[in-house]
């Protein structure tokens, strides 16, 4: 079974930064496909980015510029930094993973396992 669990969330000014962690269990995280989404109340649940096993990243163009995927395979963890905070940034922000590492996913329904969320809280 492999289990994902979100940390970092908070809140912060706008402008500020933050870096949210995702620890993945089990033994072949580096093959995985990984993705960060968030969902803002009364919203769906959109992609912020997503990384293949090789690194290669992606982003929502609401994101580009302010956000970093990154992910270390030696720690089984993956990790999103977000600079230049807005209030619209604020969200429950989850983690996702995929087995099929080969490309990066924008669809939720892509994903196979997901963490249970950190919230994010930016102040105007």
């Known amino acids: 079974q492999v289990q994902l669990v979100e940390s970092g969330g908070g809140l912060v000014q706008a402008g500020g930064s933050l870096r949210l962690s995702c620890a993945v269990s089990?033994?072949?995280?580096?093959?995985?496909?990984m993705g960060w989404f968030r969902q803002a109340p009364g919203s769906q649940r959109e992609l912020v980015g997503a990384i293949t096993s090789l690194g290669s990243t992606n982003y929502a163009d609401s994101v580009k510029g302010r956000f970093t995927i990154s992910r270390d395979n030696a720690k089984n963890t993956v990790y999103l930094q977000m600079n230049s905070l807005k209030p619209e940034d604020t969200a429950v922000y989850y983690c996702?993973?995929?087995?099929?590492?080969?490309?990066?996913?924008?669809?939720?329904?892509?994903?196979?396992?997901w963490g249970q969320g950190t919230q994010v809280t930016v102040s105007s």
């Open positions: 996702a993973a995929d087995p099929d590492g080969s490309s990066w996913y924008e669809s939720q329904w892509e994903y196979e396992y």
């Open positions: 089990g033994r072949t995280f580096s093959s995985y496909a």
